[in-house]
């Protein structure tokens, strides 16, 4: 499988249409999910609440500090944390495509997400408690780079690493780490097995405005840097030697890439838990729409993630009445078809496996 470069059909025109639509439905999701819960919300309260907050005196503001106490305390941490996951989520699948050229490549094929597992898994079942109430994320934190720091030493060879040999090496250690997370389910009691899984469905329940700083702060880095490399990642999809030959040092951007992916996924997650698909799907359907130009598809990609997080928690909140359905289930239902079609549709495109 090749990766997909489609013509530079990305106009400017229409990426600025992706932008503007993507910005429009996050601010319009961010609305909504700020509004709705036990506590109805009406959306003007919501925009007043913000404007006060950055020092707009407005009409819409809420009298009530209940409701105040609701937004601040609650919602706004939980909305902010399903947007910067979403968004470093999509934006390191597009790293991870750019690098291995390959659009069904996603940040779990070199182990963080198995790592990260691992590592919360660990902290739940042995009861270890270093860092207080957070030593669960930050071990998943700690898994995760681990994880992909061992795929890649393992996958190179001669100074050299093949993306064949990554993507085989991330299978063996993700079957590895599976194995790991099995056994301490089985060592770990009633309660720490109820506690593993739960986290590893994924959730956003009881996100505070600590966590979010963190992730917003290693995040903003993480995407930094990836859209300074993105002209890198251009001339990378032109083939490995002719990017050397245009002064790119191919091995050293890999490194460097893999690095920040597990950076970027292993800060996600760590709060959260696993929620897979999103950085499959978002910068496949990105680049469908604005072409293969790294650039402009991190930003989008960034847009689309955290869009498609705000929408999946508004929906995890809402579908079970006095219920919080865990995101990654929702994430997964929509992932998994959309996998399945981009199987069977680059399996037609290249003429059979075979």
Same mark, same amino acid.
């Given at each position: 499988?090749?990766?997909?470069?489609?013509?530079?059909?990305?106009?400017? #025109?229409?990426?600025?249409?992706?932008?503007?639509?993507?910005?429009?439905?996050?601010?319009?999701?961010?609305?909504?999910?700020?509004?709705?819960?036990?506590?109805?919300?009406?959306?003007?309260?919501?925009?007043?609440?913000?404007?006060?907050?950055?020092?707009?005196?407005?009409?819409?503001?809420?009298?009530?500090?209940?409701?105040?106490?609701?937004?601040?305390?609650?919602?706004?941490?939980?909305?902010?944390?399903?947007?910067?996951?979403?968004?470093?989520?999509?934006?390191?699948?597009?790293?991870?495509?750019?690098?291995?050229?390959?659009?069904?490549?996603?940040? #779990?094929?070199?182990?963080?997400?198995?790592?990260?597992?691992?590592?919360?898994?660990?902290?739940?079942?042995? #009861?270890?408690?270093?860092?207080?109430?957070?030593?669960?994320?930050?071990?998943?934190?700690?898994?995760?780079?681990?994880?992909?720091?061992?795929?890649?030493?393992?996958?190179?060879?001669?100074?050299?690493?093949?993306?064949?040999?990554?993507?085989?090496?991330?299978?063996?250690?993700?079957?590895?780490?599976?194995?790991?997370?099995?056994?301490?389910?089985?060592?770990?009691?009633?309660?720490?097995?109820?506690?593993?899984?739960?986290?590893?469905?994924?959730?956003?329940?009881?996100?505070?405005?600590?966590?979010?700083?963190?992730?917003?702060?290693?995040?903003?880095?993480?995407?930094?840097?990836?859209?300074?490399?993105?002209?890198?990642?251009?001339?990378?999809?032109?083939?490995?030697?002719?990017?050397?030959?245009?002064?790119?040092?191919?091995?050293?951007?890999?490194?460097?890439?893999?690095?920040?992916?597990?950076?970027?996924?292993?800060?996600?997650?760590?709060?959260?838990?696993?929620?897979?698909?999103?950085?499959?799907?978002?910068?496949?359907?990105?680049?469908?729409?604005?072409?293969?130009?790294?650039?402009?598809?991190?930003?989008?990609?960034?847009?689309?993630?955290?869009?498609?997080?705000?929408?999946?928690?508004?929906?995890?909140?809402?579908?079970?009445?006095?219920?919080?359905?865990?995101?990654?289930?929702?994430?997964?239902?929509?992932g998994g078809p959309f996998f399945y079609w981009l199987i069977r549709r680059s399996r037609r495109q290249g003429g059979g496996w075979a």
């Open positions: 499988m090749s990766a997909e470069v489609a013509p530079a059909r990305g106009l400017p #025109g229409r990426r600025v249409a992706v932008y503007a639509t993507g910005a429009v439905l996050l601010v319009v999701g961010v609305i909504v999910s700020a509004g709705l819960g036990q506590l109805a919300i009406a959306p003007q309260e919501v925009v007043g609440s913000v404007l006060r907050a950055i020092g707009i005196d407005n009409g819409w503001a809420p009298t009530d500090p209940l409701i105040e106490q609701t937004l601040w305390q609650i919602r706004f941490p939980r909305i902010a944390m399903s947007l910067l996951v979403g968004a470093l989520l999509a934006v390191a699948g597009a790293v991870m495509q750019a690098i291995f050229g390959n659009p069904l490549a996603e940040p #779990g094929v070199v182990g963080v997400s198995s790592g990260a597992a691992l590592g919360a898994a660990a902290a739940i079942a042995l #009861g270890l408690s270093f860092f207080g109430s957070w030593t669960t994320a930050l071990l998943a934190f700690a898994g995760g780079l681990g994880a992909t720091l061992l795929v890649y030493g393992a996958a190179r060879a001669q100074g050299r690493t093949e993306s064949v040999t990554l993507i085989l090496t991330g299978i063996a250690v993700n079957a590895f780490a599976g194995a790991g997370l099995a056994i301490l389910m089985f060592l770990g009691d009633t309660s720490s097995r109820e506690q593993i899984v739960f986290w590893q469905l994924g959730s956003m329940n009881g996100s505070r405005w600590p966590e979010v700083g963190i992730v917003a702060v290693v995040g903003a880095v993480g995407v930094a840097v990836a859209i300074g490399l993105a002209r890198r990642y251009d001339l990378l999809a032109l083939g490995d030697r002719t990017a050397a030959h245009l002064g790119v040092h191919v091995e050293r951007l890999r490194i460097v890439s893999i690095v920040l992916v597990a950076l970027l996924t292993g800060v996600a997650v760590a709060f959260v838990g696993i929620i897979a698909f999103v950085g499959l799907v978002i910068p496949h359907l990105v680049r469908m729409l604005i072409g293969p130009a790294n650039r402009p598809l991190l930003i989008a990609s960034a847009l689309g993630g955290g869009a498609l997080l705000v929408y999946a928690d508004v929906l995890a909140r809402t579908l079970m009445p006095s219920a919080d359905l865990p995101i990654g289930i929702l994430t997964s239902l929509i």
